[in-house]
Each structure stands twice: as structure tokens, then as C-alpha cells.
């Protein structure tokens, strides 16, 4: 069974600064996605950025970069330059196509302070 | 424009009844699923399908029933049996077969269902 683990409820950053959001998969399977899930006060789920486990280059999206760390099973999120409208809760997904679907963390709610 | 409609946006249900929540998608997507979100507790699978007339049981299957009678739709009822079914309900699909495109699953905008 996969499991994913995000064991920060909140944390706060100021506008402009750097801060990095924590997560720990565990999964049986060699081939396997990673996604973190922006979730606004609309509750629209937006994805942020995706990893595929084979490749060993973090990915990177605009103000947002991930640490892929394949021994370690984490996978966590930076955001440079926060902005205010990066308030949110943020969630952590894997996805093996063994059983093809989505397993989240309990998430982690964000506040950017102007 | 393709996407997933979730009705309604809220709903209120007295205790003892029964309710269904309609999620619509015209993506041409074979995979659909319904979550629960509650406070602390993230998104939690309901039920899924990865094909017409075929579904299965996720983590908190109970009290909650489905069907998948067109590829389109994927409407989940709430039972009476639910003990507790005030929350935040959120439909998704994907393009099954044991893929998944680079933007992962597409979402509904959810449904927030209060017992009243």
C-alpha cells in the first residue's frame, strides 16, 4: 500500500522569502509519480508540479522547485519569492498505475505574511 | 472547454436520508473517483472506476454508494448509514488505464454537504 506522509500542519513565511514544504512516500513499486496539489480558499485542487521517480532531475515550475530524494522516499516542495496569493493548503500525492490512483497526505495549510 | 462539473456547489440533508451528488465530465477520461475532505485529515478515497459498469471500494467506502453507468458520470450517494457525512466532497478523473497525463487528475470544484 502507498502511503504519504506530510507531518507539518501549518507554516507561516513572509512575502518574498524562500520556504520548503515536507513529504515522505512510501511505495513497493520501481515506477511511480509524485504531485504537489495547490488548494486555495476557492478549494480548487491546481496542480503544482509533478516528478516521475525514474528521472533523477528535480523538478522545477516558475517560483517552485522540488528535492527528490528516491533513497529517502521525500519529495519536497521550495517556494522562492512567496506571494500572498500563495496562501493555500498544499498537498502531497503519489501515483503508482499498479492501482491507479492517487494517494495524498493530510496536507499542510500555508499563510504568506505581507 | 472539457472539464469536470460538480452539483450542486452546497447541499444540505436532513438526518435519515439519502443524497446524491452528480459529478460530469466531458474529457474523455475512462478513470473517475470521489474523495472526502475533512480538517487534518487530507483527501481520502471513496470510491473509483477505472471503467464504465465497473467500480471499487476505496478507503472509506462505507455508507457512500456509486455507479458508473455512462462514461460521463460518476454520481455518489450518500446513505443514511453514513454516521457522519458533513464534509467537503471532491470529484476527479483521469485517463485510466494505469496512466497518468502530466497534470495527474483533473478536479471538480467540489461539493460541501451539511447534515442539518
Known amino acids: 500500500a502507498q502511503t504519504v506522509t506530510q507531518s507539518q500542519p501549518e507554516m507561516s513565511v513572509q512575502e518574498a522569502e524562500t520556504v520548503t514544504l515536507s513529504c515522505t512516500y512510501d511505495?513497493?513499486?520501481?515506477?511511480?509519480?509524485l504531485f504537489w496539489y495547490k488548494q486555495p480558499p476557492s478549494r480548487q485542487m491546481i496542480l503544482v508540479i509533478r516528478q516521475e521517480a525514474y528521472k533523477q532531475q528535480n523538478a522545477t515550475e516558475n517560483r517552485f522547485s522540488v528535492n527528490f530524494q528516491k533513497a529517502a522516499k521525500s519529495f519536497s516542495l521550495k517556494i522562492s519569492d512567496s506571494q500572498l496569493g500563495d496562501t493555500a493548503m498544499y498537498f502531497c500525492?503519489?501515483?503508482?498505475?499498479?492501482?491507479?490512483?492517487?494517494?495524498f497526505g493530510k496536507g499542510i495549510t500555508l499563510s504568506v505574511r505581507p | 472547454d472539457g472539464g469536470i462539473t460538480q452539483s450542486p456547489k452546497y447541499l444540505f440533508r436532513k438526518e435519515g436520508q439519502n443524497v446524491t451528488l452528480s459529478c460530469e465530465q466531458n474529457l474523455n477520461h475512462d478513470a473517475m473517483y470521489w474523495y472526502r475532505q475533512d480538517p487534518g485529515q487530507g483527501l481520502r478515497l471513496i470510491y473509483y472506476s477505472q471503467i464504465v459498469n465497473d467500480f471499487q471500494k476505496g478507503d472509506i467506502a462505507e455508507g457512500y454508494s456509486v455507479s458508473r453507468e455512462k462514461k460521463e458520470s460518476f454520481p455518489l450517494t450518500v446513505t443514511s448509514a453514513q454516521k457522519n457525512p458533513t464534509a467537503f466532497y471532491l470529484c476527479?478523473?483521469?485517463?485510466?488505464?494505469?496512466?497518468?497525463?502530466?497534470?495527474?487528475?483533473?478536479f471538480g470544484s467540489g461539493t460541501r454537504l451539511t447534515v442539518v
Open positions: 500525492a503519489s501515483y503508482t498505475g499498479a492501482n491507479s490512483k492517487l494517494t
Open positions: 476527479a478523473s483521469s485517463i485510466g488505464g494505469g496512466r497518468i497525463l502530466n497534470y495527474g487528475y483533473t
Open positions: 511505495t513497493s513499486e520501481n515506477n511511480y509519480y
